[in-house]
Nanobody
């Protein structure tokens, strides 16, 4: 099982970056996927997470209207489009996965849980650094 995050870098305030998470070794379309971040001295927090069932998303308030998560199960990738970046968005960004495809729908909210409590993640990718600075 592997989640490979890429796309980080240095960008000026107001700029954009597109992060990609490539999944292998498991069936992506049975997992909620999330992008989480951790800045120095801060706890890891969920940025955006997306359900495998219907594409429902959780979005951190501070990124609403600026970040967009999307998934392509056929290509086994999840992307995070980040626009109008701010210095406070600087962090190491991780992609993570948790199953959400049980037959009884008991895990329907796992995409939401993943972002609210990163400890619920089953799989983690390595981080990619995002730096926002002029």
């Amino acid at each position: 099982v592997q989640l490979q995050a890429s796309g980080g870098g240095l960008v000026q305030p107001g700029g954009s970056l597109r992060l990609s998470c490539a999944a292998s070794g498991f069936t992506l379309d049975q997992y909620a996927i999330g992008w989480l971040r951790q800045a120095p001295g801060k706890e890891r927090e969920g940025v955006q997470c997306i359900s495998s069932r219907d594409g429902s998303t959780y979005t951190l308030n501070s990124v609403k209207g600026r970040f967009t998560i999307s998934r392509d199960n056929a290509k086994k990738t999840v992307t995070l489009q980040m626009n109008n970046l701010r210095p406070e968005d600087a962090a190491v960004y991780y992609c993570a996965a948790v199953g959400d495809s049980s037959e009884d729908f008991s895990d329907y909210d796992n995409f939401d849980n993943l972002c609210r409590n990163p400890n619920t993640a089953l799989y983690w990718g390595q981080g990619t650094q995002v730096t926002v600075s002029s």
